[in-house]
């Protein structure tokens, strides 16, 4: 069974930063490729970014690439995500997760709290 902790969210200003980190616990971390993923009200959850297994290929959504970095401490089984010049379409509620199936997370049951991020003047 893995339990995720995510933490680092908060209020941020356009076009400022924010470092989040997944705290995962779990044998099998390390062998792992992992995701972070958002969702705002109403809204479907959005898949963000992910890491592979040794932290050598990271991948992006269309709507961060360039901005948010993804990278993992596979010693302390954590994930984080370094998030830049932050937008207001940024904010929403931000989970960890393994990399998705081919149907999304409809599988997955081990989800955190979320950590919420919030972009305003």
């Known amino acids: 069974q893995v339990q995720l902790v995510e933490s680092g969210g908060g209020l941020a200003q356009p076009g400022g930063s924010l470092r989040l980190s997944c705290k995962t616990y779990?044998?099998?971390?390390?062998?792992?490729?992992w995701s972070w993923a958002r969702q705002v009200p109403g809204n479907d959850l959005e898949w963000v970014a992910a890491?592979?297994?040794?932290?050598?290929?990271?991948y992006y959504s269309d709507s961060v690439r360039g901005r948010f970095t993804i990278s993992r401490d596979n010693a302390k089984n954590t994930v984080y995500l370094q998030l830049d010049n932050l937008k207001s379409d940024d904010s929403g509620l931000y989970y960890c997760?393994?990399?998705?199936?081919?149907?999304?997370?409809?599988?997955?049951?081990?989800w955190g709290q979320g950590t919420q991020v919030t972009v305003s003047l």
């Open positions: 890491i592979s297994e040794d932290g050598r290929e990271q």
């Open positions: 997760a393994p990399l998705p199936g081919v149907r999304g997370w409809s599988d997955f049951d081990s």
């Open positions: 779990g044998l099998t971390f390390e062998r792992d490729p």
